[in-house]
């Protein structure tokens, strides 16, 4: 059973960072793309980045590059989002998802049906 566990969020002033945390189970992490999407108070989702398997090839969404950082730990399996130079409008809810096929990296930014399984998501708050 996939299971995605985010952690790290939490309330930040402008220009703070934080690192999100996903740890996986109940799959090989390895042989998996990854992503962080996030969704603000009454909006939609927004696809902010996703690694490739080997954790070379990156995407990021306009509105994050430069900012945020996607990694991963084979070893732990574990992924993280270093955010810095934090905004207000980056207050959301954020998640980590799966991609649904092994060995693959989606077109970017991917629909939902790319990354069917999500965690239940932590709370980041940028605010002063």
């Known amino acids: 059973q996939v299971q995605l566990v985010e952690s790290g969020g939490g309330l930040v002033q402008p220009g703070g960072s934080l690192r999100l945390s996903c740890a996986a189970s109940?799959?090989?992490?390895?042989?998996?793309?990854m992503s962080w999407v996030r969704q603000a108070p009454g909006k939609g989702l927004e696809w902010l980045s996703q690694?490739?398997?080997?954790?070379?090839?990156?995407k990021y969404a306009d509105s994050v590059k430069g900012r945020f950082t996607i990694s991963r730990d084979d070893a732990k399996n574990t992924l993280y989002l270093q955010m810095n130079s934090l905004k207000p409008d980056d207050t959301a809810v954020y998640y980590c998802?799966?991609?649904?096929?092994?060995?693959?990296?989606?077109?970017?930014?991917?629909?939902?049906?790319?990354?069917?399984?999500r965690g239940q998501g932590t709370q980041v708050t940028v605010s002063s």
């Open positions: 998802a799966k991609f649904r096929i092994p060995g693959g990296f989606p077109r970017f930014p991917p629909s939902s049906a790319d990354y069917p399984n």
């Open positions: 109940g799959f090989t992490f390895t042989n998996y793309a």
């Open positions: 690694i490739d398997t080997y954790g070379v090839r990156t």
